[in-house]
């Protein structure tokens, strides 16, 4: 019985850890969101963006700062003939310079730096809120997916358990060949839909996943993570003119577009001081070595103060062009702001469009599905009285499963435009609900049941 007890013990020692290694962590929408702005490997490579930007600040700033330099050289040569010069010859200088009149240039940097960031930082909201898009769209297929899962899996079940039905009442001598048959084929057509929703589910982890910024470990089946909640519909009522003022105002691929002309605008303050003057003030120390012996000593020393200008009179008409280039540039800069608006209108206007559209369908859909479960009573009453056939009671519940899928279909679609229009206004889903107040007080029944509605295929075909 130790022997016993201690293989027990063991085993129990080994399960433990494999058990928990089993374990998987389960996220809601929000927090998936959440893991891909931490993880997600775009809006890793944004921020980097954003610490480059900072550091060309510090690089630009660095010409209103002075700067220290030092300098040395030393040279012996080998042999000097008909000569009374040295050797030797050496010098070392410690020098420390300031600017003092750049023509606009060191401002023009620092400013162009400072745009740089700014605009950085709006692409990096860009790329964040995109992604949170793209979080959303993967999550709702993922939730949708698994629904249709479960839909197909129900259906199979019972379509399964109508084929064993037929089969003893086959075997009865209550029905004939042919309903056997039917119920075969019926079963046979429903099992690929039930592979095909089970790959679509696999694939729906793998999208979310690289958003996750997430490896998936050589041979791994299953997914590393679970998602929680059920594919649900949320009335939404924005108002177009709204979302058109907001986008206008909030998104940033505007205002990274706004920005890159204003980088330009000091871009051309730049090239134009090429043809100015740049004058430097210095002061510093200074070790020399002096050749010719009737000059003086050979060992000098001492401190130097002074003024370095210089001024480019003509330089082949190189800065003529740099401006030429960059006026083009900004002109360029001024037509892609313009294309990001209109682009933005339309993002607005097509998720607009397809949340109206989504929510006809719902409308339709959900009649639908309740007109569906009533037929297929009254094919189950016909068929259990002798007044319908099998084949009535089959056509009826693949409308129903069909109508159910188109249903989850629709509530996909409301919420991925949801998320869209949301995007492309750089708001909240909440903050773009305008008319909901009013609308859902007339409709909060309605919509609670249809929030509350799981697609799921009848019980049982027959009610033999």
Not at 25 to 49: F, G, L, M, S
Not at 438 to 461: E, G, H, M, S
Request: with cysteine.
């Amino acid at each position: 019985m130790r022997f016993e007890f201690a293989a027990v013990a063991l085993s129990l020692t080994f399960a433990l850890p494999a058990r928990a290694q089993a374990v998987v962590p389960t996220y809601t929408i929000e927090q998936a969101v959440a893991i891909a702005q931490t993880q997600n490997p775009e809006i890793a490579i944004a921020r980097k963006k954003v610490q480059g930007a900072r550091g060309g600040w510090i690089e630009a700033r660095s010409g209103y700062l002075p700067s220290l330099t030092s300098s040395g050289l030393y040279d012996k040569r080998q042999q000097q003939s008909q000569t009374t010069l040295r050797e030797e010859d050496y010098n070392a200088t410690l020098r420390l310079e300031q600017n003092l009149y750049t023509g606009g240039a060191v401002t023009s940097q620092v400013a162009i730096a400072r745009l740089n960031i700014e605009k950085q930082n709006y692409e990096l909201q860009e790329i964040a809120s995109r992604v949170a898009m793209d979080v959303r769209i993967a999550f709702n297929e993922l939730l949708l997916n698994r629904a249709k899962v479960r839909v197909r899996q129900d259906s199979v079940r019972v379509l399964d358990e109508d084929l064993k039905g037929q089969q003893q009442s086959f075997s009865a001598g209550i029905v004939g060949k042919l309903n056997v048959q039917r119920a075969e084929v019926a079963l046979a057509n429903e099992r690929p839909e039930l592979f095909n929703a089970q790959t679509q589910l696999r694939n729906s982890y793998l999208r979310l996943g690289d958003l996750f910024g997430a490896d998936a470990g050589p041979g791994a089946k299953a997914a590393p993570f679970e998602v929680s909640g059920e594919l649900q519909y949320q009335p939404n009522h924005p108002d177009l003119n709204e979302c058109l003022a907001r986008a206008d105002a909030n998104r940033s691929v505007i205002k990274a577009r706004q920005k890159d002309i204003q980088i330009e605008d000091q871009q051309y303050i730049l090239d134009r001081s090429g043809s100015r003057p740049h004058v430097r003030a210095f002061s510093g120390y200074e070790v020399y070595s002096e050749r010719d012996p009737e000059v003086g000593q050979e060992f000098n020393y001492g401190y130097v103060v002074g003024i370095n200008a210089t001024w480019n009179i003509f330089d082949g008409f190189a800065t003529r062009g740099r401006m030429q280039a960059t006026r083009a540039r900004r002109e360029a800069a001024v037509q892609a702001l313009a294309a990001a608006r209109r682009g933005v209108a339309s993002e607005v206007r097509s998720a607009f469009f397809d949340l109206e559209q989504a929510e006809r369908v719902l409308q339709a859909e959900t009649k639908n599905v309740q007109t569906a479960d009533e037929a297929l009573e009254i094919a189950k009453g016909n068929f259990a009285a002798g007044l319908g056939t099998q084949l009535d009671t089959l056509q009826a519940a693949s409308d129903v499963t069909r109508t159910r899928t188109t249903r989850l279909s629709a509530i996909y679609l409301h919420n991925v435009a949801l998320a869209r229009l949301a995007h492309a206004c750089a708001s909240s889903a909440e903050a773009l609900d305008f008319g909901s107040k009013i609308k859902n007080a007339k409709n909060d029944n309605l919509n609670a049941a249809q929030a509350a509605d799981v697609a799921r295929p009848p019980a049982k075909l027959s009610q033999r």
